[in-house]
């Protein structure tokens, strides 16, 4: 089970458990039709795999389709899902396979992904020398904590 993913007494990765998803992006390729039918298809075949494997099956095609149907969870090219919703069905899927401290973890190294990407106005000055500091150090806490985790 992937809540119980990671093993804090040994610090190993448990067996990973395999979960199927379709993707939420409508295909537009052959027209609305043929997305459909390729869409189904794809449902059919999933939903026999996971009922022979036992493996999970994550619904972020159905969520996007029945739950997010307004076109302002839809990017400006309408086929593509905007960051809101893509924000929501992470969240659900968080919710779904992930723990706590899975998620703040996640949270964390989010926040210091964002923080590396950062271009500085000022380089030398004292305050993005306090900055590079800070984020040296929460990077340092997240190795030590998560030896598998490469910032």
Do not use: W
Not at 27 to 40: D, I, P, R, S, T
Not at 58 to 69: A, G, N, Q, T, V
Not at 102 to 107: F, G, P, S
């Amino acid at each position: 089970e992937i809540k119980n993913l990671y093993n804090k007494e040994t610090q190993n990765i448990a067996p990973l458990q395999t979960i199927f998803t379709i993707s939420p992006v409508r295909y537009m390729g052959e027209g609305a039709h043929h997305g459909q039918l390729n869409k189904a298809t794809l449902l059919l075949a999933t939903d026999e795999i996971c009922k022979t494997t036992g493996t999970d099956y994550f619904p972020s095609y159905e969520i996007m389709m029945d739950e997010l149907r307004d076109y302002r969870f839809y990017a400006t090219d309408m086929i593509h899902p905007s960051d809101l919703a893509v924000d929501y069905i992470f969240e659900r899927f968080a919710d779904t396979y992930l723990t706590d401290e899975a998620i703040r973890t996640a949270d964390e190294v989010r926040k210091i992904k964002k923080s590396l990407s950062h271009r500085p106005l000022h380089p030398d000055s004292e305050e993005y020398e306090k900055f590079k500091q800070k984020l040296s150090q929460q990077i340092d806490a997240i190795a030590k904590k998560y030896p598998n985790i490469k910032l």
